[in-house]
């Protein structure tokens, strides 16, 4: 009976061990640990923007709260931890990231690429004589643009020089958009020739060209009657054409065998530089695009 009674108090507590052994070991429930956190994600990952546009960054994964930390100047975050952020771009234009990390562990991490569209003014400094037109190409920002110069008049985005204006007056132009940015350009007043109301005597020549941002280049040669022909290479776009029409009296048309969409413009001398500048718009089925050309 003894040698029972023992080996039955041996295995009650043998299994009674066996189960606190199991609970404290092997039973997921009671750990003292959570599962592992997944892999951090952001949405959006990539994204272009106009100046001051907003979007909010939504980190997944990880634990929150998330550090952001803005890479570039470009812009501003509305929180540097949280769950989210709300990044608003800012109007210079380029490439800002912003650097989301686990708080936890700030190792894990990963980056969001904002493209902003800057408002872009081309010229920014030009001559004009009294009188003189001047037309510039304004892109990026958010359209539509407004017009102010602190001298003479705009007729859409061309201003026309004060008869009155003297030599060496310097007339300031505000350019903005509609989202509150701006750009000034300036206009030097000369007397002694040149300046954006003199046209150039010819369009032959090779120019650098832009497309509403898209880069290439441009050949033209032209007869006595003022008829050109040539070949366009837009190679951020992706296509070269040849091209036919006139260029008189600082007027420009033309057509590219691509597209078989006019080209209209003005033209007219740098004084600065004795080059010819051209600017006008690009129209197809799609709506109307500005480009300008400069003379190699």
């Known amino acids: 009976m003894k040698a029972s009674y023992l080996l039955a108090w041996v295995l009650a507590a043998f299994m009674v061990t066996s ?9 997921s429930s009671d750990s003292g640990g959570a599962t592992a956190a997944g892999v951090l994600t952001v949405t959006p990952a990539s994204q272009n923007l106009n100046p001051g546009q907003q979007v909010t960054i939504s980190p997944t994964g990880g ?17 540097m931890s949280g769950s989210s952020t709300v990044f608003t771009a800012g109007s210079q234009g ?39 037109t001047v037309s510039y190409m304004v892109s990026g920002g958010t359209a539509p643009y407004s017009y102010i110069a602190s001298a003479g008049t705009f007729s859409g985005a061309t201003l026309t020089i004060p008869a009155s204006a003297t030599n060496g007056q ?9 989202a ?35 880069p290439g280049t441009m050949q033209l040669i032209e007869d006595a009657n003022g008829n050109i022909g040539g070949y366009l290479q837009l190679t951020g776009y992706g296509y070269a054409a040849y091209i036919g029409g006139t260029c008189i009296s600082g007027t420009i048309s033309f057509t590219d065998s691509y597209s078989q969409s006019p080209y209209t413009g003005q033209y007219f001398t740098n004084p600065n ?9 690009f ?8 480009w300008f050309a400069t003379q190699q």
């Open 63 to 79: 634990t929150a709260p998330y550090i952001f930390t803005l890479q570039g100047t470009d812009g501003t975050l509305s929180s």
């Open 94 to 132: 380029g490439i800002v990231y912003v650097l989301v990390q686990d708080s936890s562990n700030p190792a894990q991490q990963t980056q969001v690429s904002f493209t902003i569209a800057g408002l872009v003014v081309t010229p920014l400094t030009t001559t004009a004589a009294p009188s003189g």
């Open 180 to 214: 509150g940015h701006s750009i000034q350009a300036t206009v030097t007043v000369s007397t002694s020739g040149g300046g954006g109301g003199t046209t150039s005597g010819s369009c032959a020549g090779t120019y650098t060209l832009n497309l509403d941002g898209y």
């Open 170 to 178: 310097v007339i300031t132009v505000t350019i903005g958009d509609s």
């Open 273 to 281: 530089t004795g080059k010819t500048v051209m600017t006008g718009s």
């Open 283 to 290: 129209s197809d089925s799609s709506g109307s695009y500005p």
């Open 19 to 27: 189960t606190i052994a199991c609970s404290s070991s092997g039973g």
